[in-house]
């Protein structure tokens, strides 16, 4: 038995194919590597907490009024009882990660001061969601008339008898009855 050996033509195509999966992987920003990502869930967390609604928070408020504005914290903590913290991370493929703070401080149950970062409006906050990459990832449910009409002809019907039948209907059911016949 003779040593084992490649022929030249197949060392050669394999060194092609892996230059050119190479090349497309630079030339596209990732290629391969880039379309081979695994999926990441969705991750919202905490309490969204909006420019308006912030504004409509002012010192004296009661607890319950600013749960009834915020929600309930999403940090509450025995060793400070005088403080809530409003938390929210929202993490999706394909945006940047969000994080917000909003701290809100009582004393005597009422609010006293709150510390806030920069929030969004409520416009600003659905458009950094990305709400077009949503509705790209929804197939439509319906054909349109340019759709409808490109599609091929049931065979054996030409087109008149087609256009004619109009919209399908559904066959005609016999079921038996329901009770036994009581006849004699």
Request: with cysteine.
């Amino acid at each position: 038995m003779h040593g084992m050996s490649f022929p030249s033509w197949r060392v050669g195509a394999t060194l092609t194919v892996a230059l050119l999966v190479a090349g497309c992987a630079s030339s596209t920003g990732g290629g391969a590597a880039a379309a081979l990502q695994p999926y990441r869930m969705e991750v919202v967390q905490g309490n969204v907490v909006t420019r308006e609604m912030l504004e409509q928070l002012r010192p004296g408020l009661t607890r319950d009024q600013v749960r009834g504005l915020f929600g309930s914290p999403l940090l509450t903590d025995i060793f400070h009882a005088d403080r809530w913290d409003y938390v929210f991370t929202i993490r999706r493929q394909g945006a940047a990660p969000q994080q917000r703070r909003v701290t809100v401080y009582f004393a005597s149950d009422r609010v006293q001061r709150h510390e806030a970062g920069e929030l969004p409006s409520e416009r600003e906050f659905v458009a950094s969601i990305d709400a077009a990459k949503v509705k790209a990832r929804t197939a439509p449910l319906e054909l349109n008339e340019t759709q409808l009409r490109a599609l091929p002809l049931p065979v054996g019907r030409p087109a008149a008898a087609v256009a004619a039948a109009g919209p399908a209907s559904a066959p005609q059911r016999v079921y038996p009855p329901l009770e036994p016949d009581a006849r004699p």
